[in-house]
Antibody, heavy 122, light 107 residues
């Protein structure tokens, strides 16, 4: 089955770190750019970060630049988001998503996980 | 960064109605515009990519149009399962920003 499964969310204190993972299966992970998108409670979707199939292109939203780091392990079919210096406003449901086209950067997102919740509170 | 603005923010409509949602980009994005449907507790679902191309498996009552800065999503005849929040997203340049969403509610 073609799917993405996020993990690693939880309750964390402000200023601390958390690492999210996204396990891919059912498709050739190496061929696709991958992204992280979040939705804070009661808010809309916010694009956070993306990484090309070969890690040659990486981008971040201003809201997380310098604090979050995206990476991927093609051998392990996994995407990661290292989140440092977490703030209360980072509390959200975090989704990973796949680019619609292989060997592309910046297309629509045709496959999404179910999300992992991050709560930032003391 | 490119800003995406949707209108309206919310909309009440009835089953069978024709509904149009508008998305405006802060600069020209050619046809690098995508539409998603999002229901509570579910993953977002891609409806339209490249402004007017229907994603596989999406009902034909959904259509998209536009280019440059102005885009529309049209649902030709609302069905009960269409009540959700809709987002546009530009894929012209990173960060690949989303609009703020349009909540479609049952009248």
């Amino acid at each position: 089955e073609v799917q993405l499964v996020e993990s690693g969310g939880g309750l964390v204190q402000p200023g601390r770190s958390l690492r999210l993972s996204c396990a891919a299966s059912g498709f050739i992970f190496d061929d696709y750019a991958m992204y992280w998108v979040r939705q804070a409670p009661g808010k809309g979707l916010e694009w956070l970060s993306g990484i090309s199939w070969d890690s040659g292109s990486i981008a971040y939203a201003d809201s997380v630049k310098g604090r979050f780091t995206i990476s991927r392990d093609n051998a392990g079919n996994s995407l990661y988001l290292q989140m440092n210096s977490l703030r209360p406003e980072d509390m959200a449901l975090y989704y990973c998503a796949r680019d619609r086209s292989a060997y592309n950067w910046g297309d629509a997102f045709d496959l999404w996980g179910q999300g992992t919740m991050v709560t930032v509170s003391s | 960064d490119i800003q995406m603005t949707q209108s309206p923010s919310s909309l009440s409509a009835s089953v069978g109605d024709r509904v149009t949602i508008t998305c405006r980009a802060s600069q020209s994005i050619s046809t690098y515009l995508n539409w998603y449907q999002h229901k509570p507790g579910k993953a977002p679902n891609l409806l339209i990519y490249a402004a007017s191309s229907l994603q596989s498996g999406v009902p034909s009552r959904f259509s998209g149009s536009g280019s440059g800065t102005d885009f529309t999503l049209t649902i030709s005849s609302l069905q009960p399962e269409d009540f959700a929040t809709y987002y546009c997203q530009q894929s012209y340049s990173s960060p690949f920003t989303f609009g703020q969403g349009t909540r479609l509610e049952i009248k």
